[in-house]
């Protein structure tokens, strides 16, 4: 019958002091998420490798880079035929990018009236964003800038250079979290 006490007190005095642990289990590691663009660049590559788009990429950031020449009517701001298949396949991909910033941002050249060259661009980024708006992408997830002639990627001197400077660029990054700490003034 000691034996038994015994046994059963020290049974009780190993619950209590595995109970009594200071020693807080640490809370699990939140999940990894893989962010949109690693998952679908390969497309990303091949929509643009088809469509003569140029795309560079800084680790999570994306620029699809859109040539007005062949996409865009040459007097107008209209987007053509030919333009509007290949925006509609990025449209379909940029849907799912929920957890990223889609920046749809307008160029000119520099010829023309500066006032001209803005309007041109923003016009330009907007067909480009009524295209992945109608394909299925969020008004809160795209931003739209109008740079005209500023940022020139060409040499305006010459027909190539300002080929090269009238473009939509769509630059795809992931989305900042929103702090939950407001910064004291």
Not at 102 to 131: C, F, H, P
Not at 157 to 184: D, F, H, K, W, Y
Request: net charge neutral; proline share 8%.
């Amino acid at each position: 019958m000691k034996l038994l006490s015994a046994i059963s007190l020290g049974s009780a005095l190993i619950l209590l002091t595995a109970c009594s642990s200071t020693k807080a289990t640490p809370p699990p590691p939140p999940p990894q998420v893989t962010p949109w663009v690693h998952l679908h660049i390969d497309e990303l590559n091949t929509i643009a490798a088809e469509e003569r788009y140029e795309i560079e990429r800084d680790g999570d950031n994306v620029r699809l880079i859109i040539p007005v020449n062949g996409n865009f009517h040459p007097k107008r701001t209209l987007l053509l035929p030919s333009g509007l298949v290949p925006l509609s396949r990025v449209a379909k991909l940029l849907r799912g990018a929920t957890d990223s910033h889609i920046q749809v941002t307008g160029y000119s050249d520099s010829l023309g009236d500066d006032t001209i060259n803005q309007r041109l661009s923003l016009e330009r980024a907007q067909a480009v964003a009524s295209v992945l708006q109608l394909g299925g992408v969020s008004r809160n997830n795209m931003e739209l800038i109008s740079l005209g002639e500023a940022d020139p990627r060409g040499d305006n001197a010459t027909a190539a250079g300002r080929e090269q400077n009238r473009r939509v660029v769509i630059n795809i990054a992931p989305r900042l979290p929103a702090s939950s700490v407001a910064l004291a003034p």
